[in-house]
């Protein structure tokens, strides 16, 4: 190879080179399933570390437990953390995920140390 076309091969290269790196440095866009579909653990637990709106504040998803029962029921708990305002109250309370949006009604009480949870009892 001749100094001239290793010059422009290289030249070549890297005109090239800032068409692909923007492309390569976007981070993927990450999708979570439909919660208005339905209610399961499989589904709860692709939103672990992810953080709802409430009227009180952000709650972030820690834990989705699931229970061990017999019969053809699905049995599990989701573990937030909270703001102390958030914990101390319980009842029905609207939370938004803010990466897909998705609206959700929950029943919250207080749990064990500063967190408050949703219980689920569901039949097959």
């Not at 305002?85 to 803010?98: V, Y």
């Not at 990466?99 to 500063?114: D, F, I, Y």
């Amino acid at each position: 190879m001749n100094k001239r076309d290793f010059l422009f091969s290289g030249v070549a290269a890297a005109s090239l080179a800032p068409a692909t790196l923007p492309a390569m440095a976007q981070p993927q866009a990450r999708s979570f399933p439909d919660l208005a579909s339905g209610y399961s653990a499989e589904r709860f637990e692709a939103f672990v570390g992810e953080t709802f709106q409430t009227a009180a504040g952000p709650l972030t998803l820690k834990v989705v437990e699931r229970l061990k029962i017999d019969g053809p029921a699905e049995q599990f708990n989701l573990h937030f953390t909270a703001p102390a305002a958030e914990r101390a109250a319980s009842g029905l309370q609207t939370l938004q995920h803010t990466g897909s949006g998705q609206a959700l009604a929950l029943h919250l009480e207080p749990g064990l140390n500063g967190t408050v949870q949703a219980n689920f009892s569901l039949l097959a």
